[in-house]
């Protein structure tokens, strides 16, 4: 109880009406979240030997997010370093043995962000590039001798994202884009150049969603072109560049597993003002390694008119890769449907494969009954196909024989993609004769491994299954075991017996280990240290609950430490998201295991527990549409009810006093929030972070609403709190990044919702953070986040009268 005490002592009082000038800072308790130590990222050699833990930093400052970036097409890049701006990195690299105790601190690294961390196929370099504020550069750590180098001096370009090299199969060099022109050599816009932009028509239909940072005029164009131009190169260890093809706008570049071919895709004009970089008429060659054509694979046009919905694309080849259990044979689909799926079909796809060297026609792999979602390989006769359909959420996968199509397909599974029940895992993977990643079979192609998170009804337990396609019978080998939550990330040996997992509990921070499943052995592989001490003795509880129309709810349910519910209400901040489905069993389902570590993070809910507030994160909030109905045709009702039932479970536990329950949610949640404040009266305050309010901004669909404005004016009016901003009478915090890309989150909508709110004379407050997108990543910026919210939160609901 003192503890609590001290904790509410902390953070007491309100002091919205002091200087708000610059950044502020909250309570220490809360602000050191800020500066936690984060887990380190790893990767693993391909001989299993060897892991590499890389640090990474701390927040960045406003300073890194406020440098140059142009936005073009859909992206974002740091034109001095032909690279996307903003990119994080790592500070760090210490190899750790999984056979002894050595450990390798990489400690000669040049100043600079450490990016693209991965050791060569043969395990004996590992490679990564770093950036500075002169551009991007290629290294590499050789394990034999410890000494690292800068493999060439030539830049490298990743405006257009993606791996930044490749290893060559046979660990001799790399593949990568470079710099054609040096950054001073950017186009300048003269003042001739400066002329009426048009668009018109063709009479097609372009009903596209809303992008944002589309190219708006030649200029943009001549830009995008210069920042997006490389050249596709070899690069052997010792140096030495060999130039492949001509410069161009390349996309992606990847060799086939037997190394003799590229798979080249690269951009074309012209461009579009309407879509983003990825949907720009796309060029995919097959070339020798010498950089000659060999082949033509495809020549998409621009994708302005894919037809509207989920689940259509383009019309042509598509999902263009190479078969991973062959040595150069490259696999693609293309639709039957003319990209729409609305249209009647029998089969609304097919899959193509296309052998070397390319010059015979491309044989008919697969006719797919909906819309392809992709292939696993495994060999000539094991592999798994997918399919999916939006209106109904449906997956499907096969076990096919690629070398025996007249076999007959096996059904793998069957369920809704919101089906967690229902998940049977991934398969596990071995490298084979080419170095590539295929699922591991075994008994006459009968058998393989899954692994996955296991969500049942009593939360995930992560497990291992042996599945037979013989008998359609699964054994379980492993699962997790309370009172740990343990994942099993990849098998360290053959036989997969030996696996690395990463394993935490409610009070133990996660850490990775070793376990032998077979030996029922486990030993810890690394000890980092709990990010949040201050938070130690939080209390976590899953609550079960029912909606008032009988669909199953639950909540994860935090009390602050000292406190104990003998002591009576405290406050309560709920952090929600809404999600569609069409099935009320899927929509019931439990999505976390109870034993998960508190893990405190400045990014949620979970600093207000040092404000003295029980959190209730990720009360469930479905929208159901089962049959012909479609979820958002009832949203508001069904968000209301959700809501209701959340207050109502706190309240009859004798946690929360119902007028002191604060809501609060990011993006989606943030247009949850503004609906709830307008229509109930659950809740004293809300917080709306990066949302979207006026849907008739979104005409052409948000989030899983397919239809247009124009068919559903009704369902955009209703679900938009915008509309309805009259209603809104308590007090809500708006926060928004100046500079959020996300498709339909513009940040204009926060400033329309509160011009609206002020007019009409109800209680809001905007706060824009500047540089900001989506998410917020400077320091300054997480830290003033925190504070607005404690000040809000302290002065709206802790200190507000009853009833106010």
């Keep these: 109880m003192k503890r609590l005490i001290l904790i509410l002592l902390l953070v007491s009082g309100s002091v919205f009406a002091q200087s708000e000038l610059g950044y502020q800072t909250p309570p220490k308790m809360m602000a050191d979240l800020v500066d936690a130590p984060r887990r380190p990222g790893a990767t693993i050699s391909d001989d299993k030997q060897w892991v590499a833990l890389m640090q990474r930093p701390g927040a960045p400052g406003i300073a ?33 043995s999984l056979e002894t105790e050595e450990k390798i601190d990489i400690s000669d690294l040049p100043e600079g962000k450490v990016m693209d961390v991965a050791f060569s196929p043969d395990s ?23 000494k690292t180098s800068q493999v060439a001096k030539r830049l490298i370009n990743a405006s257009l994202g993606g791996r930044k090299f490749h290893w060559k199969h046979d660990s001799s060099g790399f593949y990568t884009r470079l710099t054609v022109k040096a950054a001073d050599q950017k186009p300048v816009q003269a003042l001739a150049d400066i002329k009426p932009v048009i668009q018109t028509t063709t009479g097609e239909k ?38 492949l093809g001509k410069a161009g706008m390349y996309r992606a570049y990847t060799a086939s597993p037997d190394g003799k071919y590229l798979r080249v895709s690269q951009i074309r004009k012209p461009f579009s003002y309407l879509v983003p970089y990825y949907r720009f008429p796309l060029l995919t060659e097959v070339w020798t390694t010498k950089g000659e054509l060999v082949a033509q694979v495809a020549d998409l046009p621009s994708g302005e008119t894919i037809p509207k919905g989920f689940d259509s694309v383009i019309d042509g080849r598509r999902n263009i890769a190479w078969r991973g259990d062959e040595a150069a044979t490259l696999v693609w689909a293309q639709a039957l449907d003319g990209g729409d799926m609305n249209t009647q079909a029998e089969h609304h796809d097919s899959v193509y494969t296309w052998a070397a060297p390319f010059k015979q026609t491309p044989e008919l ?31 499907r996968s096969w076990r096919f024989s690629p070398a025996s199509l007249s076999d007959e397909k096996t059904l793998f599974q069957q369920r809704s993609y919101n089906d967690r029940y229902n998940d049977p895992g991934d398969f596990v993977t071995e490298q084979n004769e080419f170095g590539v990643d295929v699922i591991k079979v075994f008994d006459d192609n009968n058998k393989v491994l899954l692994t996955g998170r296991g969500a049942s009804s009593e939360g995930n337990i992560p497990f291992m299954d042996e599945f037979d396609f013989s008998t359609k019978t699964k054994i379980r080998l492993w699962q997790s075991e309370a009172p740990y939550y343990e994942q099993i990330l990849l098998p360290i040996n053959e036989d997969a017996t030996r696996v690395l997992t ?58 602050p430490p000292g406190y104990d519910e003998s002591q009576g209400p405290i406050p309560v901040l709920m952090w929600a998201y809404p999600l569609e489905y069409k099935d009320k069993a899927v929509a019931s389902q439990v999505t976390d295991s109870p034993y998960e570590f508190v893990r405190v993070s400045y990014w949620g809910p979970m600093p207000h527990l040092a404000q003295g507030f029980a959190i209730f994160d990720d009360p469930k909030m479905p929208i159901i549409g089962s049959g012909d109905d479609l979820p958002n045709d009832t949203f508001r009702i069904q968000l209301v009810e959700s ?29 949850m929030v503004a609906n709830l404040l307008a229509h109930s009266n659950l809740f004293k305050a809300g917080i709306a972070r990066s949302g979207a309010y006026n849907r008739s901004l979104t005409p052409f669909g948000f989030q899983g609403e397919e239809r247009s404005f124009w068919e559903g004016q009704d369902v955009y009016a209703a679900m938009s709190p915008f509309f309805h901003a009259e209603k809104i009478d308590e007090p809500m915090l708006m926060i928004h990044g100046t500079e959020d890309p996300n498709s339909g989150t513009f940040p204009m909508q926060s400033e329309r919702m509160f011009a609206a709110i002020k007019g009409l004379g109800g209680n809001t407050r905007l706060v824009m953070l500047p540089h900001e997108q989506h998410g917020y990543r400077a320091r300054e910026s997480l830290l003033h986040l925190l504070w607005e919210q404690q000040q809000w939160l302290q002065k709206y609901v802790v200190e507000a009268p009853p009833g106010q």
């Design 64 to 96: 890194e997010l406020a440098q140059p970036e142009e936005k073009l097409a859909g992206l974002r890049i740091n034109p001095a370093v032909f690279a996307p701006s903003r990119s994080s990195g790592y500070t760090g690299v210490e190899l750790r």
């Design 124 to 146: 004996k370099n590992l490679a990564f590039i770093l950036e500075t504020t002169n551009g991007l550069t290629l290294w590499n750590y050789r394990l034999k001798t410890g």
């Design 206 to 243: 372009a009903a596209v969603r809303t992008y944002s940072n589309l190219l708006k005029t030649p200029y943009d164009e001549n830009l995008f072109e210069f920042l997006s131009t490389s050249q596709i190169a070899e690069i052997s260890l010792n140096g030495k560049i060999k130039l």
């Design 365 to 395: 792999l697969l006719n797919i009954e909906r819309r392809f979602a992709g292939v696993e390989w495994g060999n000539d006769r094991f592999a798994i196909v997918t399919d999916w359909r939006f209106s109904d959420r449906q997956l």
């Design 502 to 559: 990463l394993r935490e509990s409610v009070s133990e921070q996660p850490n990775f280990f070793i376990r032998d499943i077979k030996g029922n052995s486990l030993t810890q592989f690394t000890d980092f240290p709990h990010p949040s001490p201050a938070f130690i003795g939080i209390k976590k509880e899953l609550i079960k609950y029912k909606r008032n129309d009988g669909v199953d709810l639950t909540g994860t349910l935090y009390l």
């Design 643 to 671: 809501a209701i039932a959340a207050v109502n479970v706190l309240v009859s536990r004798g946690i929360a006093d119902p007028d002191k329950i604060a809501i609060a949610g990011h993006s989606y949640g943030a247009f």
